[in-house]
């Protein structure tokens, strides 16, 4: 093999590296950033792309996905003066790799730095317990900010978080005495209201016990009372049957004299010291005593 055909597979070797070495698969989510001597060129995709040698090169892999910054705590002064330590966290995504690409230095540092000096801005307007109380405010005012500021960049902010709000260990003391204050007043206002409400029942209690007692005696009473009519009326139908079966037996005078006497008997009982006989029931006590002499004799 002479020396023009080694250089010759030395060539074609070379040529094989070099086209190997300039191709390149774009994976899913990400994006190429390619320049053409110096200048930017084209931004490839997903698939399978030919980089001319020496000419083209890859100035930047970009990732698609979403992305989380989390940035330190930051010191914030509210209106109140109060000085906390307030922690963020940034989710955004790459929308534009060409812009993020050539748009600004250093992504990552103009978002930090954006993000801190907007904090200061909005929570500056607003008094210690309306940062505590209003963070979902705060978050979506902070967002909107962030995500017209980056647009230049070809970022687009999806969401604002804070992640915590550190205020000063003196703060902190207070208002943990007073939520254990608030908690001691809603224990003591509901166990007034537990007595309160325990009170009420007994009291119904007992008014349903007295209404119950004082129906149980008005019942007893109406039965009372209409054993009493019933039995009356069972004597006064007695009287009424007793008067009629005389009457049908068509009774003579000295008959029904004698029935009145018996009557005026029963009545007197034993018991009466006077007595007003009628006369003709006088006269029928003398019949009856002549009858009386005259048997005996």
Not at 52 to 77: C, G, M, T
Not at 91 to 119: C, H, Q, R, V, W
Not at 209 to 236: F, P, Y
Request: with cysteine.
């Amino acid at each position: 093999m002479g020396p023009l055909e080694i250089v010759l597979i030395i060539v074609v070797l070379l040529a094989i590296v070099i086209i190997a070495r300039n191709i390149r698969v774009v994976q899913q989510a990400k994006a190429y950033v390619v320049e053409r001597l110096g200048a930017y060129s084209t931004t490839w995709g997903v698939g399978l792309h030919f980089k001319i040698p020496f000419i083209e090169r890859v100035a930047k892999v970009v990732s698609l996905k979403e992305q989380v910054a989390d940035f330190p705590p930051q010191p914030v002064i509210t209106k109140d003066n109060v000085t906390m330590q307030i922690d963020t966290v940034v989710y955004f995504e790459i929308t534009d790799p060409k812009l993020y690409t050539y748009g600004i230095e250093n992504p990552m540092t103009a978002i930090e730095n954006l993000s801190a000096t907007t904090l200061r801005n909005i929570l500056g307007d607003l008094e210690l317990d309306q940062c505590l109380t209003s963070r979902d405010v705060i978050n979506t005012k902070m967002r909107a900010i962030l995500d017209e500021a980056t647009d230049p960049w070809g970022i687009k902010v999806n969401r604002v978080e804070l992640k915590n709000i550190l205020p000063p260990k003196e703060i902190q003391t207070a208002m943990e005495k007073q939520m254990k204050a608030e908690r001691e007043r809603r224990e003591a206002i509901l166990r007034a209201e537990g007595e309160k409400r325990s009170a009420i029942l007994t009291a119904e209690g007992e008014k349903e016990s007295a209404i119950l007692r004082a129906d149980a005696k008005k019942q007893a009473a109406i039965l009372e009372a209409e054993g009493t009519a019933e039995a009356i009326l069972k004597v006064q139908q007695a009287t009424a049957e007793g008067l009629k079966l005389l009457n049908e037996a068509s009774p003579t005078d000295a008959v029904i004299k004698v029935r009145a006497l018996e009557a005026f008997a029963a009545a007197a009982n034993g018991q009466a010291t006077k007595i007003i006989i009628p006369s003709e029931i006088q006269g029928l006590a003398g019949l009856a005593e002549g009858l009386v002499e005259s048997v005996k004799k």
